[in-house]
């Protein structure tokens, strides 16, 4: 079992920036990859961006550019900066590790982008 916390959420103006983070607990050993997914309302829940233990990583068009992931395997982090945010990248954005077995998948923390 792996647990995942996600932190850093928030409002911010168009154009601002925010970072969030997510700790992962449990049985990080099997983990193959992390990263981020989010949802926003009546919309499917869409991949923004992830990184597997090679340290590949893949990033939606939407936000190659403006977003960036990293991953600190010492403390079981992954993170995501973005930056020049837009109102269509509000949604929940929710943590997301990757073992053999199955997907684990944290609370999510809101993003709210004004205009």
């Known amino acids: 079992q792996v647990q995942l916390v996600e932190s850093g959420g928030g409002l911010v103006q168009a154009g601002g920036s925010l970072r969030l983070s997510c700790a992962a607990s449990?049985?990080?050993?099997?983990?193959?990859?992390m990263g981020w997914y989010r949802q926003a309302p009546g919309k499917q829940r869409e991949l923004v961006a992830n990184m597997a233990n090679s340290g590949r990583t893949n990033y939606a068009a939407s936000v190659k550019g403006r977003f960036t992931i990293s991953r600190d395997n010492a403390r079981n982090m992954v993170y995501v900066q973005m930056n020049s945010l837009k109102p269509e990248d509000t949604g929940v954005y929710l943590c997301?590790?990757?073992?053999?077995?199955?997907?684990?998948w944290g609370q999510g923390t809101q993003v709210t982008v004004s205009s």
């Open positions: 449990g049985g990080v050993f099997s983990i193959n990859a």
């Open positions: 997301n590790a990757q073992t053999v077995d199955r997907d684990y």
